[in-house]
């Protein structure tokens, strides 16, 4: 059902089943997109696929939906992880509904040295991503880590998947196989001595240019995500 409006539920998507809509959901479905009883819309909850179903009741605070058919089969959803320095709000947000747009599989902010933000609220990414995985046709959402000091994110780092890491100012070329990696951008400061330092002497990063701009790094984030994608072989 291409153009059709996607929600995420949590509930289980299964035939006979229901589906309910929380406040959010209806207010979009009702206030904004016009939908009425009777309409259609695709369901997903990263678990059972996509389905096809007919709205039953809306009002404000909530709705129902009965599912129809399920369109897709769920699909594993692999992709890069990025680890991404803490900006000011509205960056960490660009970065996270971007990354998910461009089928990052997971999400591990961390506090660099030069993060001036404060802490995210886990809720509001969380939201940001179930939009952009709606709109953009995904089955999945990305697992969005929680907050980590730089040394605390590589000591959890899983070995066995390559970390490039975007280094401004360095001619440093950027891997042809990017499949099963992950990318780490830093804070609008830059990485600190200290922590190229340490970035240095982890085995399993490996430092890239993102060409010879400076980037703000939000931009650095969607540029390397796209480079990462686009050397692990997919059109993007
Ligand atoms: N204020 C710093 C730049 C930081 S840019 C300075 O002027 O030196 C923010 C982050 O984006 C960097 O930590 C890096 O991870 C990434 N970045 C920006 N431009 C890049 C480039 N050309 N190549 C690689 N990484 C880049």
Redesign the pocket.
């Known amino acids: 059902m291409p153009g059709s409006i996607r929600l995420f539920v949590t509930c289980p998507l299964e035939p006979g089943a229901e589906s309910t809509f929380d406040r959010a959901q209806a207010h979009y479905l009702g206030r904004v997109m016009r939908r009425r009883v009777g309409e259609e819309v695709v369901l997903f909850n990263g678990r059972d696929g996509a389905w096809r179903a007919r709205i039953t009741a809306l009002n404000a605070t909530g709705g129902r939906a009965a599912l129809a058919e399920q369109l897709t089969a769920q699909v594993a959803e692999p992709g890069p992880w990025l680890a991404f320095a803490l900006l000011k709000r509205a960056a960490s947000e660009i970065v996270v509904q971007k990354a998910t747009e461009l089928g990052a599989e997971r999400l591990l902010p961390f506090r660099a040295e030069r993060s001036v933000a404060g802490a995210p609220n886990p809720e509001r990414l969380a939201a940001i991503a179930t939009e952009a995985a709606e709109q953009s046709e995904r089955l999945t959402r990305p697992a969005i880590a929680r907050v980590l000091s730089l040394p605390a994110l590589l000591a959890g780092w899983p070995p066995g998947r390559p970390l490039f890491a ?4 360095r001619a440093l070329p950027f891997p042809r196989d990017g499949k099963s990696a992950g990318l780490l ?7 600190t001595e200290g922590e190229l330092d340490l970035i240095a002497h982890t085995p399993f990063v490996r430092p ?10 939000e931009t ?1 984030a969607i540029v390397g995500l796209a480079l990462l994608a686009a050397s692990a072989g997919h059109s993007i």
Request: glycine share 18%.
């Open positions: 975007a280094i401004e100012r951008v830093g804070p609008e400061g830059g990485f890239v240019s993102l060409g010879p701009r400076i980037l703000r790094a650095a």
